[in-house]
């Protein structure tokens, strides 16, 4: 058996065909963990009695052979923000490192209620706040194409887990790119969904007017088989969409093919590394040899977006992260002796318990949220945010100049080596110069391979990204099957 | 080279934060330097024309969100309380608030 062939859809038809049991197929991944996770570090902890519970549970199921649900003995990795009951919850931060769930997060609680197997939590960087996974106060994660590069971040561990065969699919969240951009630099899919269409109850918040948690997977379709699972309207999440949406993963070639893509002339600025632009290229030349139809298009704010991201995303963040104070939980207990009163318990615990990049961030929100600086920073992001928006819902036009779906460079660059911009935070935030647009205006967006590849082949991964119109899943994801099936 | 952060800001933004920051003073000036060219490069913000544009606010589609108010279990009170890093008698324990 090989880890990496491996796809929902094969296993589902596995199970059904009694070829291998979930159990056999358990096993077998947390088997190949403790061989391989050793050299990546994608996962921060591993889940293993859930895990076979439900296995032995999914193969009952397959036993019986009735209503089986898609994900029924599926094995999955869950980001380390997203609370499950009973089990540790880092967020990649020392200030967690002790945290046990009281509660499922409402993805967890739908992945269980399709006797999915979680293996496990993944890295990521501190509170999901990076480009690389090396914020994690733990360790790093390794791109599994090369153990040198990073895998993209803030959900590195999860993308790097599909990427090197330790789990069929797993969770992300994605605030300004933390899906995509890992995916891409994995070489494996990703998606972020529109905002609203998947509940954040129990994600840990990072910037709630973007955050949104999707999945990878190593095909489009079991991204869309993951996405139908985890979406949909909850009561505990005030800005959950409740209209239905029909399933996404049923690929319809008829239906991909009647789409019109535009290509916006900003995402394909100088800077770009010249193998990501040749990549992209041959994406977009293959979807005209299936024939589908390109318009040029603009979106004149752009190159705005970063600033105001990162006007916006630490002023969120310091507003979001004023509750870990250390005193429902944290390492208080170690500090008693230095502490006399409350305001000292607060300094000394985020002090010790958040590393450079968050304190950096809360830090920098607070200065721009600050008297006298509001207007001129935070308030002005938010007006320029508003331009960016506009730009969408100008190409996104229902009228015969508008595009269905936008086709993008999803990182400007491969895999970099861990280290090379870890001193620097600037170049850091440059990682994200392409998925930040998509957050702000709360639409859809997948990041797919150029093509498949294979770990160990030496080539570097380059990722293109489909963006799609609120809610509009199904373009995106059409579009992304046609593209992979042909 | 933005002069809208030093030390004494850095101090100032810290203890607004509740952070307590590092004692090692080379750390903090760089701190203060990576966040002055984080500032220095917001300045590109300053030459979009934002006359009449309103402020986006939040990212949400809903309008308005209504549940019923009812009292459910979603948290195991065990698995709660026991993250306490310090409690007497099933309370949270924390140094005195008022002194």
Known sequence: M???????????DGFRKKEFSAKEITEFFFRRIEEKDKEIGAYLSLTKNHAFDVAKRADELFQKNTNIPLLAGIPLALKDNMLFE????TAGSKILEHYISSYDATVIRKLKDQCAVLLGKTNLDEFAMGSSTENSAFHVTRNPHDLSRVPGGSSGGSAAAVAG??????????????IRQPASLCGVVGLKPTYGMVSRYGLIAL???????????????????????????????????PDEQPE???????????????????????????????????AIEKFKRLGVRFKEISLPHTKF??????????????????RFDGIRYGNISNLKSQISNLKELYEKSKGMG???ETKRRVLLGTFVLSAGYYDAYYGKAQKVRQLINNDFTKVFDDTEDGVDVILAPTSPTRAFKIGERASDPLSMYLSDIFTIPANFAGIPALSVPVKQYVVGSGELPVGFQLIGKKMHEKDILALGMYYEKN | MSERINEETIEHLAALARIELEKDSRKNKKLISDLSSILDYFEDLNTVDTEGIPPAVGGSFVKDAYRKDEVKDVSKESLLKGQF????????KIPPVFE
């Open chain 1, 207 to 241: 910037a709630s007017s973007l955050d949104q948690i999707g999945p990878f997977a190593k095909t489009v379709e079991d991204v869309a088989m993951v996405y139908d699972a985890i979406k949909g309207h909850d009561e505990h999440d005030a800005t959950s969409i």
């Open chain 1, 2 to 12: 090989n880890t990496h062939t491996f796809t929902i859809r094969s296993l589902y």
């Open chain 1, 354 to 356: 958040f590393g450079p």
């Open chain 1, 248 to 282: 996404t993963h049923h690929y319809d070639s008829d239906y991909a093919k009647q789409l019109v893509v535009g290509i916006p002339k900003e995402y394909f600025i100088d800077g770009i590394e010249k193998e990501v632009q040749k990549g992209v290229n041959e």
């Open chain 1, 305 to 322: 977006a970063l600033s105001c991201y990162y006007i916006i995303l630490p002023a969120e963040v310091s507003a979001n992260l004023a």
């Open chain 1, 86 to 89: 009973g089990t540790k919850t």
């Open chain 2, 85 to 92: 890093p310090n409690s007497e008698n099933g309370f949270l």
């Open chain 1, 165 to 178: 065969g330790l789990a069929v699919a797993s969770l992300g969240s994605d605030t300004g790119g933390s």
